[in-house]
Nanobody
């Protein structure tokens, strides 16, 4: 079992930055691939970014490229999502998730075994 806890969300203005954190606990937490997803109000949950357990491979959705950066510190069992140049359309609840494999379907929900409770990000215009 792996438990995930997100933090770092809040209310910011367009153009601001936020760094989300996801701390994992449990058996071999640092060996999991990690993903960030978000769910905008009234919409489906969507993929944002993923990182391999080793940290040497990352993957982003097109809307995140150039503005968001995913990283991890395995010594702290923590994954980060640095979000810059935030836009109102980035408003969502952000979730981190853990997958036992670095899947070719990493942009989908299915490969992820564990999920956090989410942290809310609101970007005002």
């Amino acid at each position: 079992q792996v438990q995930l806890a997100e933090s770092g969300g809040g209310l910011v203005q367009a153009g601001d930055s936020l760094r989300l954190s996801c701390t994992a606990s449990g058996r071999a937490a640092s060996s999991y691939a990690m993903g960030w997803f978000r769910q905008p109000p009234g919409k489906e949950r969507e993929f944002v970014a993923a990182i391999k357990w080793s940290g040497d491979n990352t993957y982003y959705t097109d809307s995140a490229k150039g503005r968001f950066s995913i990283s991890r510190d395995n010594a702290k069992n923590t994954v980060y999502l640095q979000m810059d140049k935030l836009l109102p359309e980035d408003t969502a609840v952000y979730y981190c998730a853990a997958s036992a494999v670095w899947s070719s379907q990493r942009m989908n929900i299915m490969p992820y075994d564990y999920w956090g409770q989410g942290t809310r990000v609101t970007v005002s215009s």
